[in-house]
């Protein structure tokens, strides 16, 4: 079993800053891309940054400038720095990561982390 358990959310103010962070857990041989997703309410939910396992990394237009992902492969963990927060940033992001087991290879997604950018 996989599971990717997400952390670092909550309320910060307009301008502010937050990193998030996800663990990947498990019987994993090998990660390949890993990502970050956010839902807005009633919006569908929406790529914000991906990081392949080697090359250039790729950002929603909306957060170029602000966000930088990363990632430990040694941890099997990937990084989200958020800065210059604003009201629209507010969501649930969801981590995501192609990784490979034993016997398959699979997406998986954290359960979501809540990030409310509110004065």
């Known amino acids: 079993q996989v599971q990717l358990v997400e952390s670092g959310g909550g309320l910060v103010q307009p301008g502010g800053s937050l990193r998030l962070s996800c663990a990947a857990a498990g019987s994993i041989l090998g990660i390949n891309a890993m990502g970050w997703y956010r839902q807005a309410p009633g919006k569908q939910r929406e790529l914000v940054a991906v990081?392949?396992?080697?090359?250039?990394?790729n950002y929603a237009d909306s957060v170029k400038g602000r966000f930088t992902i990363s990632r430990d492969n040694a941890k099997n963990m990937v990084y989200l720095q958020m800065n210059s927060l604003k009201p629209e940033d507010t969501a649930v992001y969801y981590c995501n990561a192609d990784i490979w087991t034993i016997t398959s290879r699979s997406r998986y997604w954290g359960q979501g982390t809540q990030v409310t950018v509110s004065s």
């Open positions: 990081i392949p396992s080697g090359g250039s990394t």
